[in-house]
T-cell receptor
Framework: RKEVEQDPGPFNVPEGATVAFNCTYS??????FFWYRQDCRKEPKLLMS???SGNEDGRFTAQLNRASQYISLLIRDSKLSDSATYLC?????????FGAGTTVTVRA | DGGITQSPKYLFRKEGQNVTLSCEQN?????MYWYRQDPGQGLRLIYY???????QKGDIAEGYSVSREKKESFPLTVTSAQKNPTAFYLC??????????????FGQGTRLTVV
């Protein structure tokens, strides 16, 4: 079983729509959780950290469910510029483990 | 400007050759990492270093070697023992040696192709 698993998508949504997707992790002792964004052929960049109580950053909302071992990302009012691959990152000890990414395409 | 720089952006290697990928950061970060990304897959950890003159193997270290003689520099050598080296290589750094609760900054990556 992979340490971090994501639905690869793609999620094709119209502008203004809401899109949400999850990431599951296998290590119950995982310590920190993040969502990164990666544009085509570019390096990943931090989108947001994920806190136990859930957190929002503008149109983005992240949730953590430790009991079921998943994190989620919700994007409201999608923009064309939100088109990217979203990587789930889970840390344990020294190690950052990355999911394979969920591709989101927002169409006009 | 502070940041993390990888070079070259594109690299072509012949079968049987060793090549070295450069990674330099001026963020004063203690921790540095090398990842490999293949199409449709997540980033896989090759090596990491939490402090100068020390480094540890990641999940896929075979066929790779690193050094950490300076805090700013963490070069990766892809040796001829690496059977499938064509990939996108990403270097990252973090102020937290355990990589927890802090952002990992990435270089722009090096695309290595074996010809």
């Amino acid at each position: 079983r992979k340490e971090v698993e994501q639905d690869p998508g793609p999620f094709n949504v119209p502008e203004g729509a809401t899109v949400a997707f999850n990431c599951t992790y296998s290590n119950s002792a995982s310590q920190s959780f993040f969502w990164y964004r990666q544009d085509c052929r570019k390096e990943p960049k931090l989108l947001m950290s994920v806190y136990s109580s859930g957190n929002e950053d503008g149109r983005f909302t992240a949730q953590l469910n430790r009991a079921s071992q998943y994190i989620s990302l919700l994007i409201r009012d999608s923009k064309l510029s939100d088109s990217a691959t979203y990587l789930c990152v889970v840390t344990y000890d020294y190690k950052l483990s990355f999911g394979a990414g969920t591709t989101v395409t927002v169409r006009a | 400007d502070g940041g993390i720089t990888q070079s070259p952006k594109y690299l072509f290697r012949k079968e049987g050759q060793n090549v070295t990928l450069s990674c330099e950061q001026n963020l004063n970060h203690d921790a540095m990492y090398w990842y490999r990304q293949d199409p449709g897959q997540g980033l896989r950890l090759i090596y990491y270093s939490q402090i100068v003159n020390d480094f540890q193997k990641g999940d896929i270290a075979e066929g790779y070697s690193v050094s950490r003689e300076k805090k700013e520099s963490f070069p990766l050598t892809v040796t001829s023992a690496q059977k499938n080296p064509t990939a996108f290589y990403l270097c990252a750094s973090s102020i937290d040696p355990e990589g927890l609760n802090t952002e990992a900054f990435f270089g722009q990556g090096t695309r290595l192709t074996v010809v």
